[in-house]
Every structure is written in C-alpha cells, then in structure tokens.
C-alpha cells in the first residue's frame, strides 16, 4: 500500500499570485499531497474566493496563518506541512510559526527579506523537529543534480571558473502599477532591498553553489536601476572569487530584450567544462579538454546516476520542464516527511535546498549590495 | 465554486505500464479529474496491487473492464470518464462497452487495431451521448495549435510541402523477450500489422493533418524490418499526395540511433514556411519568403490566440513539455465533460481529436500496408 | 622551392555569371593556380571585358573555347588545366575538346545533360592522359571526408538509413525573365530535363553516394513543377533503395520559404547515427546507440585523419565555409596536375569527384524521371 | 579594366607561423594584391626558404626589414603596401619604418606592445601620408558590420548593456616548449604584459566598440593565471562602464575546456537586443522586447545596408567564415590604396580598424593591468 498523502496547507497564493499556482501543480505531479487548507490571501473575501477555486473545504479556508496553524494543529487530519508562497516579507513571520507550531515548511525563496531574519530562523528550524525546504526549484531538474554528482567524481578536473547568468527581459520598461507580479518585486518594504538581485539573482547564485560544491569568498559588484524611479536594481554585475581559488561571473538582469528566463551555467575545470542551461533542460554539455563535446540528455539507460534517474518521469525525448523539476523537489520533501511519521530518515535529505541554502543566500545578497554600495570593493561573504 | 472534479477510471496501467502513469499525471496536473476506481491490469493480483499503489479505494480496484462498468454505474458517486491506456487490441472492446454504458472515453491512439473496428466504433460513438477523445497528445502543445491557427489565417499562403517524421532509436535492436514496452509494440496481434507505422506514425500522420489542415488523399509507401526476426515494421517511407494538390514525406523509424522521439514538421506554403520540433516544444519557426526567420515562444503577452494562451500555464522562458501538453487535453475533455453536466457544450470540443481522427489514422495506416505490399504502389486513403 | 602554379583557363563565367567566381576564388585560395586564360562568354564583348575585370592578358582573352584550345597549346606557356563553369548543356562540348586536346578539365555538375553524353565523355575521360575532376565541391568539406572514413571503418556499423535533403527557397515564386541564374535553370535546353534535381538534386544524390559508400540500386520519385508554367521540376521526392538492403529518403526543393542552402545528411547504421548539415559545416555529429551525441568539429589536434586534416587552413573554433571546401577541390587537383608533370600519381586522387562519379548521377538523374514519369514506379538505375 | 593589384610586401609570417598564412589567403581571395616580396622570418634562412615556398622571387626574399623598405623603395615596381605579422613586440619598429618610407601598413593586432609605443604610432602615422590598417579581422564579418548599422539607426534603442566574451581552451594545460603559437604569447617580452588579454581581449573589447559605438569610461578588473608558472594572465573578467551610462562584462579566457573560439556578443537596449557569435557568423539575431526574435542572414536580397552586402561573395546559405571576413579589411584596403593612387579617398576608410582603434585598445589593456593590480579598483581609460 501507498502512504497516504501529506496532507498540505498553503500561506499565499490566491487569485492574481503567480508562484502559489506552481507550487500546487508540483504538489499533484507525484501524486504525493493533498491541499486540505489555506490563508490564501491576507484580503479576507480573496482567502475565501480562492479557497473555493481550489475545492479546499469551507472550514478550512482560513484568512490568516495564525489561525490556520492553531485550528489545523487541533485536528486529527491536520496539516502535515505548509507551503509559503507569499511575497518576501512574509516568509520570516509564517515560517517562523511553522516551524514553531511543528509544522513542516516548504517555503519560497529568498528565504527572508534579510540576512538577521535569515540566521534567526536558522536557530529556530535547527531547534524545531519540522523539516524546512527551499524551493530552489532549478536544483530538482535531474540533468543539474547528473551534473553536480559529475563534478564531485571529477569529471571535469579542478575547478577554475564558475560563469553563470540570469537575464530576463519582463521589467525592461516601467512597469503600469497595476501589474502585481512587478509591483511587490521592486518595493524594498517587501521584496527587500534586493531587486533583480533577490529575485533571481539568487537562483542563479544558487545553482552555481549546487553545482559546483565551491563557496564564494568574496564579491565585486555592481550594481544598476536602469529604469528611471525604480528604487532597486534591475541589473547586477558581480565577479566572485571562490574559497578554493576557482573565479566567476554572475550577471542578473530584468530589462535585457530577448531574454525570457535565461539562467545559464558554465563550470570549466582543467580536465573539461560543463554547459546547461534552463531553457533547454532536457540537455547537459560536458566538453572535455581536446576532444567533441557531448550531449548528454535525461536518460535512464545511460546516467549512472540513482539521484538524476529518480527525477525523471517519461521516456528520453519527451521533453520534462520547469513544473516537473519543481515537482522533484516536492516529492523528495514528500518522501523525507513520509520516513519521518516512522521516524526514519532518507538520503534525499541532502539533496534538498533547506535553510543552510537560505542563509548563504542572504550572505551572498548582503555582500553584493555592500560591495556595490562601496564603489564594487571585493566584499567577503563572512566578513 | 469551482466543478467538482471529474470522477475517472482507468483500464490498464498497472505495474510496469508506461503510458498509464502518463494520463495519470496529465489528469492530475490541471486538478479536474480525481482517479477513483481501475481495471488496471487483466492480472487480478497486479490489477489489485496496482491500485493499492494509486490509492485507491480496495473496492474500486476492479479485475475487469466488465465489472468496472457495471458496478460504477450502479453508483452514485460512479466514474464519469474512463481512461483506456491497454495495449491497442484492447481499445475496440473496452471503448465499445464504455460508450455503449454511456462512460466517457478519453482512449489512447492509434484508436483500434483495425480499420474495420474503428468504423465501427465510430458508429457507436456517434450514437452515444457520451463524449470520445483520442489523445494524440502532441496536438495539446500551445505552438502546435498556434500553428494550426497560423495555417488556417493564411500566414503561410498555399500550402505545397508538407514533411513530416518521426524517429526514434529505442528498437535499434533485437529487444530481450522481457521488455514489456516492446514486446506487444512488435507483436500483430496486440498492436496490429502496423509496428513503428502504428505506435508513432500515426502520431507523425495526424500532427500533419492537425496542423496543415489538409487531407491526404493517396500513399506510396515502403516498410521494412531491419531487426532480423521482426514481424512488424520498424522503419516506414512515405511519399504523400494531399487533396488539394500539396506533397509531402513521411519518415518514421524506431532504428535511427541518436534520435530520442525527433517528432518534427516541416509546411512550406508559396509565401512561408513553419517548423516545430517535439523536442523544443516551446518555439516554432516562422520563415517568410526572403525575410528573417522568426522564432515564437510560448507566450501569452504577444500570442494573439485563446486556443494557444489557454494552454500555457507558466511564463516564458519556463520550459513546459510532454507532461503540459498531455495535461491540456486531459483538461480540455475536462471542460467538455463539466459543461455537459448541465446540458451544454462548448467551442473547445473541436480541438480535441476524436472519433473521426481515429478513423483517418486507421485509413492512413492501412493505405500505407497495401502500398508497401503493392511495391509502393500509389494508393488511396478512400478507395 | 614550391613547385610552379598551375595554368588555368576558364570557359564560362563571364560578367552576370555565378559560379565561375566560385572557381576562381577557390583556385586563388592556396595560391596553386594562375588563370592565365578564359573564353569566359558566347558574346564576344562580353567575353573580353570581362577577361580585363580578371586581369587576364588581352591576347589571351578569347571568344571561343575552341580558339583557346587551339592558341593555348601552340604556346610554350599554355594552359594545363581548363575550368568548365558554362551552363550545364555547354558541359560536354567543352569537356570533350579539352580530354581530345590532352587539357586536363575541372568541370562543374552536373556532367553533363544527358546520360549519353555522359557516357560518351566517360569513353573519352577514360582514352585520354588528361585529369577530369567534377566539381562536387561539398566533398571537399573536411568534416563530410571524415565522415566518410568514420563509415568506412565501421563506426556507425552496417548502414540501414540514408535520408538526405536539399532544400532551398530561391524560385518560390516564378522567376522574373531577366534573372539569368533562374532562366537557364529553368530552361530544359540548357539546363536539362530534369530542374531542381540536376541543380541541386545531383549534389544531395553525390553527398549521400560519397559519405555512405552505398550505392542506390533503384528509386521511386515524385517530382513537381508548384510554380505554374515552369517546364521543370521544383522540388523532389525521392524514396532510395541500396544495393547491400539499406534505405533512404532524398528531398530537395527550391520552393521551400525559409530554407537558404539547406543540404544535410543523416545516415543510421545499427550502432550510430552520423549528420551534417552544410548550413553549419565545421561540426559533424555521431550519435551511438544508447550514449550521449558527440559534437565533432573541424581540428587537427583530435582528427586522425589525414584526408580531414589536410582540408584544414585555420585553427578550431575559426568557420570555415563553402570557398574553403571548393578551394580543397581545386588543391586536390592541383597536387594529382603537379605530380602528374613528373609522371606520378598521389593517393588524394580517389578522393576527387571524376567522370564516375558524373556518370552515376546522370544515371540518378535518368532513373528518378522515369520512375517519376511511370507514377513513381520503382526504377533501377543500371536496368 | 580592373586597377592594377596592390604590390604587397610581408614582415614575419615564415614557416611555422600562423597568422601570416592567414594574411596571405585573405589578400588572395578578392585578387586585389600580390605578394611580391618580402622579409618573412628574421631567421636568414628561413625567411629565404619560406620566400621560395611561396614562389616570391630571389631577389625580393629579404633577411630583414629595413633591408626590404629600403630596397623597394628604389625599385619602380616596389612594393605599395606592408602586411606586419610578427610577434606583437615587433610591431612598433616594422609599422614605423615602414610609415616613415611612405609605404602603405596593415598591421595586426595589437598595434604595439605598450600604450606609449602606441601613442607615438599615432603621431607618426598622422603626419605620415601612408595609409595604416589594423586587422581587427572581424569587423569585417557583414553581420557585424549589419548589427553597427542597426545600432546606429536606432534599432535596439538606447543601449543600456555590452556583455561580450571570447573564451579559448588551448592554453588550458601548461603549454611544451617548443609550441611557437603559445610560446611568445606567454613571453611578456615579445607579447606585452597582457597574455589572454592582449592577444584575444583586445578584439572582444574592439567588437563592442565597434560595434556599440560606446566608449568605455573605466573598468574594474581581475586578472588570473590558472596555470601555475604561466608569467601572463590566461583569464581575464572585466566589469565596464561607458560614458553614456551603459554598463558591460567582458570575460575572455585561455583555460575554458570546451570552447574553441568563442567570440560573442550581445547589446542589450531599451528596444531590443542583438547576438553576434563567431563561430557561426552567418547570422544575427535581433530581439526586440515581447516579440519574436528574428535570425537575420547574410543575404544580399533584404540587408538594406551597402556595408554589409559589400562583403557578401556568395549566395546565402552557403557559409562564409573567418578568412572571408579578413579578405574583406584586405579588400576594403585595397579599395582605398586604389584611390589613393588617383589622389581620392573613399567612403569605405571609415570602416577599417585603423592607429586610433588601436591606441584605445591599448588603453583599455592598460587600465585593465593597472585595475587588477589595484584590487580592482575602477580605472579609467583616459586618467
């Protein structure tokens, strides 16, 4: 027999949220939840509204997450698990009564709006039984994961250079005030003083740490608001030098026409490179030194790999996307919470993004912003 | 309030099936359909187990088709749509015992193993009230229906070409007795006389008659079997003639080694061009007469289409795949089915491929028989 | 001390002209040639003004090929080597005068413009000491010899599949009259019966015959003419049968929007597959079953292959195109002329199209119409 | 009739070297010069056997420079113009020489080895009435020079971002010593403080210039030697900022595994952005913002542009590359040493890369020197 699905609530999210529809897909790909309760909204009617849309029962659409966690916490079928999918400023408040209130999170990123609010809840979620997951999506496509077990073998030797990017195009020109999705992204009160640089720039910060296992030391920034009036940047700059000597660029940018979601790694060791990029997931360059590149794709003939393989749903050549690498994620969270009802625990633990990741998020964040505020000075990530 | 959910069961797609989990997923991802009841596998033990592994209710787990029928009609809460993923032998029969309990039918393609089945079963659906979808899923990518659109307003002018294949590497060679997904692929009596012509040529034929709008009225055609022993088909070569004078090719393999599922089409008309590939489902190439080839991506800010917007659940630049498109038909019958709960039908019905596309696949694929054993013979698809 | 240059004349190719340009830059290229002499067009005025655009000697301009023959072989410093780029129906006139006067010859495709005349230079070719080399010049390209070799040592295994295409755009629509490079094309007079096929179809025929090393034993073809009132075919289908049991598919057009000079090649053997597309020429793609693709590209540092190296002029990563690949040719022949003044011979001469390889398109060429003309009846090409 | 070929002279470009063969087939292709002396090596011997190989007479096959500027100029038909290909340390004194004989210099690049060698090749070449050119080869590309037209006629919109890259793997191990090519580029000496940066930096920084038409006001720099004991940089990561308020990256490295030449460039405006890459340079995307992005090709029928059809020798879809972009500057010098002759100048002197693109070169690897020693402290070009 199956184990039964966790049972899951979700803080944000309702009518006119963007990531809160995502993060209810990929809880249904696998099969391995069921959305049983929401505060969807802070706007009391919009909670209720889009509690319906979502056939969550009457009861349990509640309008705020304090009194979803006290009511859920008080039912044999409570929520197992909470999904946050509020904009930034939330994150710190509801995870915070999560994890204290021994729900399991499953919270967006950046983890907070602020690197204090970052190491505070990492006291708190090493404290708490719960189990805390960042949704660094990108991390469950199964040809990262095959390339991140390729550096660790040495595939591609010693690393030297880490160049990675994430440009899009959507905030090119201002944006009308009605638009939600741009409107919360480029206020400092609740997106955080980051602009492009949180909401992206962290992914692609992220990938490069995920991939490459190296640490950034420090930074050299710059940082720009293309569009006149917009108070946070729409464009960040940044070379990085890595702990073991290793060097890198990382370039963000919202306003770069032609760039749908451009996030793009390449990782050069002294024996070869390896090249992906998100657009086109479905596919891993490794190119070795004096020799053809190779095309490696999402197959389970050939990757002799139990952590890519176990990402992959259907035939090679059918392409899986975005939702499915989101999906991975769920259900690797979903497996940890099942082994621990018996109070086991799973090796995918460490392939999930948790609040480790948030925090050296934050770090990274911090520093760019300082280094750029100081004229691009190389600014440590641990000072 | 949204529609309850639609209440679905589903024939084969037990232990070791593929495309079973697949109409599962695409079910699940747009949340209208909750699985309820199965006949899984003609194996009562397999059948049983396989749906202790879906979750469902021990007594909806079904050992036959017949059964299912039956007892769920006698409920109130009884399946609404029953979903048919068994080897192709097995279609005729369980469609033909679900319309005739007036069960919708959403039956995977090629629709029967014969022709003369399938012109019955289109008598039989044309006489029932309940609604018959055939899941030739590639026609549910949003940029296969823009190109549909794009054909049909004339961006590409007259149409002369169409080329059209379909190869794959998977049967490349002899296939060890246990592989289930080969074993009733080349085995006549399951999967027809058809191999590769069958399995994925279907798929190549209707994609082209999706797209292009036009029938074709006459093959000459050339099978082989290059694995020595196999009694189907594995590579087809067709030329065709459309009725309004246009040409075309089809090639469709299984023993073309680097190609994954390389489903692509070509349409030149006298003023244009389009290309898509399934395996870079989110661009089309548009390639006017002596002008710059233009990429289109899945948008919903530029696209100027309902049928393509309605399909696209994450921005651009976020790859969606085989999964989505699959989902989009699933969710279109979905909408079909709730509106026929009140009595009403809506525009989407005619984008949803059903009994008549079965049935020209079944001409197409038994032209392109008589044309190979007539040493390519020119042959009509309407004698 | 290199050895002296080559003396070229040029019959064709006079002002308004294409490929005679072609020619004479891939003659300067290595610097092996000298074109000391033309009879470069039928129009006497033209003829010698174009003669002073090249800076050839007025006593050397001519109004004939047979008064070139003549006068040139009377000096002690005449031409060794003639380049024949008139249209296709002046091929064998030119040809035949150049083998009787002991010139060698450098002759654009097709041939000639009919299989006998074919055949009647072929006696010819073969009872004279002068060199016959045919311009098929996409062998020249580095990447399609290697691809060769990678077949003839057995890379790719026993071939099964061989689906080549040839594609273009340029006569869409129907050519205005003063277009000189459409209106022989188009003229069956000049040009041949056969369009599209002789133009290009040849160099899709050749490339296939050349890479594959398979030679067609009998075609089934359907050829159109989608521009009304053009007395030639513009486009071609073509299904191939080989003599050792492999198959194919050839496809080439000139009324196809969006393709530029679309030549590629895929051929599948029952360990891997190999393709190169001549839009893209400096990368060659071998896929073996079951592993990932490998990107090959134009280097002298992983290559072993003397015969790929030798086509090489500038480093990896550095394009090479069209002129280089025609420039090869014309230095291949250059080295058999050179060795040929001391009495020798040099291996790189089966490497070069010659009046076999003429012969055997005139021979794809005769069997495609006919088969066309009996509705696509299986035709051999040695009946 | 056609002017008389430029009579060309070489400095460098012996056996065993690389960029003067480049120089020779790029002066060949278009037929506007001959090589007709020259002091190849300034090994005696080998500049006599290299001059015998490439049939230059005896007597004009010279052990030195000075000895051929001063030869040539008492000869009636001495040479017009120079082609510099030596180690960049040589440049200054040839091109000076030469200058001051009034002999006409194509120079490859870097100009000088030092800003002040520069600075003083500037003044000389002013007050000198020879012409002098510098081989930024790939200006020449008609797609390039297609994207300059595009930028300044507004196409893209006010540019707002420059990242360009040029990324090598051949230096990725340590070089042996008898390599020629990376010898004297990693010998501070003979090449200039900047290893990676000077000998492919400079054209990554020419691209963007030319082709942005913005100036770079400073730059905040990193420079790496991954290969220990290597005495130049062989990474080089640059942020930038130009005087209009753009902002830029520029990385260029000889230790990326996997890239061979990978020159590439993309602007970034408020309208739309524009591509360029080396290694296929046959075409040009523009990405206008929330539209298709179009593949512009190298095609004489739709590029409203005199520049760049001037530099098309071939229909479109048949690949020109590297040697015919440098052909082009070649041709472009020829046309303007032509009207020389005659006493006028001619529109296409704008084009050619010439003392002043230089000069910023040198500029710009000065400051890149001096940032990274500084910690990367922003530096200007012009302090």
Same mark, same amino acid.
């Given at each position: 027999?199956?184990?039964?699905?966790?049972?899951?609530?979700?803080?944000?999210?309702?009518? *006119?949220?963007?990531?809160?529809?995502?993060?209810?897909?990929?809880?249904?790909?696998?099969? !391995?939840?069921?959305?049983?309760?929401?505060?969807? /909204?802070?706007?009391?009617?919009?909670?209720?509204?889009?509690?319906? $849309? #979502?056939?969550?029962?009457?009861?349990?659409?509640?309008?705020?997450?304090?009194?979803?966690?006290?009511?859920?916490?008080?039912?044999?079928?409570?929520?197992?698990?909470?999904?946050?999918?509020?904009?930034?400023?939330?994150?710190?408040?509801? &995870?915070?009564?999560?994890?204290?209130? *021994?729900?399991?999170?499953?919270? $967006?990123?950046?983890?907070?709006?602020? #690197?204090?609010?970052?190491?505070?809840?990492?006291?708190?979620?090493?404290? /708490?039984?719960?189990?805390? &997951?960042?949704?660094?999506?990108?991390?469950?496509?199964?040809?990262?994961?095959?390339?991140?077990?390729?550096?660790? %073998?040495?595939?591609?030797?010693?690393?030297?250079?880490?160049?990675?990017?994430?440009?899009?195009?959507?905030?090119?020109?201002?944006?009308? $005030?009605?638009?939600?999705?741009?409107?919360?992204?480029?206020?400092? @009160?609740?997106?955080?003083?980051?602009?492009?640089?949180?909401?992206?720039?962290?992914?692609?910060?992220? #990938?490069?740490?995920?991939?490459?296992?190296?640490?950034?030391?420090?930074?050299?920034? =710059?940082?720009?608001?293309?569009?006149?009036?917009?108070?946070?940047?729409?464009?960040?700059?940044?070379?990085?030098?890595?702990?073991?000597?290793? !060097? *890198?660029?990382?370039?963000? /940018?919202?306003?770069?026409?032609?760039?749908?979601?451009?996030? %793009?790694?390449?990782?050069?060791?002294?024996?070869?490179?390896?090249?992906?990029?998100?657009?086109?997931?479905?596919?891993?360059?490794?190119?070795?030194?004096? &020799?053809?590149?190779?095309?490696?794709? %999402?197959?389970?003939?050939?990757? =002799?790999?139990?952590?890519?393989?176990?990402?992959?749903?259907?035939?090679?050549?059918?392409?899986?996307?975005?939702?499915?690498?989101?999906?991975?994620?769920?259900?690797?969270? @979903?497996?940890?919470?099942? &082994? !621990?009802?018996?109070?086991?625990?799973?090796?995918?633990?460490?392939?999930?993004?948790?609040?480790?990741?948030?925090?050296?998020?934050?770090?990274?964040?911090?520093?760019?912003?300082?280094? /750029?505020?100081?004229?691009?000075?190389?600014?440590?990530?641990?000072?």
């Amino acid at each position: 027999m199956a184990a039964p699905r966790i049972r899951l609530g979700m803080v944000g999210g309702g009518r *006119g949220a963007f990531i809160g529809a995502v993060h209810r897909i990929a809880s249904r790909i696998d099969d !391995k939840y069921e959305l049983v309760a929401g505060a969807l /909204s802070s706007n009391p009617e919009n909670a209720k509204a889009s509690a319906e $849309d #979502l056939l969550i029962a009457p009861d349990r659409a509640y309008s705020s997450y304090e009194e979803m966690f006290k009511d859920e916490a008080a039912r044999d079928d409570g929520i197992e698990a909470v999904a946050i999918v509020t904009p930034n400023h939330m994150h710190f408040p509801v &995870a915070k009564a999560a994890l204290e209130a *021994g729900i399991n999170v499953i919270c $967006d990123k950046p983890v907070t709006r602020t #690197l204090e609010e970052a190491l505070e809840l990492e006291k708190i979620a090493k404290n /708490s039984d719960a189990f805390f &997951a960042l949704t660094h999506n990108y991390s469950g496509y199964p040809l990262v994961r095959y390339a991140r077990e390729m550096v660790e %073998r040495g595939d591609i030797g010693n690393i030297r250079l880490v160049q990675v990017e994430y440009p899009q195009e959507w905030m090119t020109e201002p944006q009308p $005030d009605d638009n939600k999705q741009a409107s919360w992204r480029t206020d400092p @009160a609740r997106s955080g003083a980051a602009g492009c640089l949180g909401d992206i720039g962290t992914h692609a910060f992220q #990938l490069a740490r995920f991939i490459s296992g190296q640490k950034v030391s420090s930074v050299c920034a =710059d940082l720009t608001a293309f569009v006149p009036g917009r108070p946070v940047d729409d464009n960040v700059h940044v070379m990085m030098r890595f702990e073991n000597g290793a !060097k *890198g660029m990382l370039w963000t /940018s919202q306003v770069a026409p032609g760039c749908e979601n451009g996030l %793009r790694i390449r990782i050069f060791g002294d024996k070869a490179g390896l090249t992906w990029a998100q657009e086109n997931p479905n596919e891993l360059w490794l190119t070795p030194l004096a &020799a053809p590149a190779q095309r490696i794709t %999402r197959r389970d003939d050939y990757l =002799d790999s139990d952590i890519a393989v176990r990402g992959i749903r259907i035939p090679f050549g059918h392409p899986e996307g975005y939702l499915e690498a989101f999906a991975t994620i769920y259900t690797d969270v @979903a497996e940890v919470l099942q &082994a !621990k009802r018996e109070g086991k625990t799973v090796d995918i633990e460490s392939w999930i993004p948790g609040i480790d990741t948030g925090v050296e998020g934050l770090k990274f964040i911090t520093a760019v912003l300082a280094s /750029s505020e100081a004229d691009s000075r190389w600014t440590p990530l641990n000072p």
